[in-house]
């Protein structure tokens, strides 16, 4: 993994810890004691943070720090590729492309049916 995918991934465990606590980027940032700019940068994988940004947003979100770096076990690596692919991609290309999966994983089950 390059330090590139690292940003990314703790950039997309970032988003999800706030989204689950519906929390804005401000409120993280304000609990994390680190400027909004800054958060937003490492939720959307463009900056890498320090040790000590680490803990402390680790303590905001009330999670371990392994839990911001980590990759989901239960993800196999082609789920771990798409998300990585989607992480920067506005929302409207992220929906566009989950109804493109929902009509192919459709037409497959049909074709599996017949």
Do not use: W
Not at 12 to 38: D, F, M, W
Not at 82 to 96: K, R, T, Y
Request: with cysteine.
């Amino acid at each position: 993994m390059t330090k590139s995918d690292i940003m990314l991934l703790a950039g997309n465990n970032l988003r999800k810890c706030r989204i689950e606590r519906a929390l804005t980027q401000e409120a993280v940032a304000v609990k994390a004691n680190i400027s909004v700019s800054h958060y937003a940068a490492l939720e959307n994988g463009r900056k890498s943070m320090s040790m000590f940004v680490l803990t402390q947003l680790a303590d905001a979100f009330e999670v371990s720090t392994d839990s911001i770096l980590r990759t989901p076990d239960t993800l196999c690596p082609q789920i771990m590729n798409i998300n990585l692919l989607l992480s920067n991609q506005p929302v409207e290309i992220i929906g566009s492309i989950e109804k493109l999966i929902r009509l192919c994983i459709n037409e497959f089950s049909t074709k599996q049916k017949e």
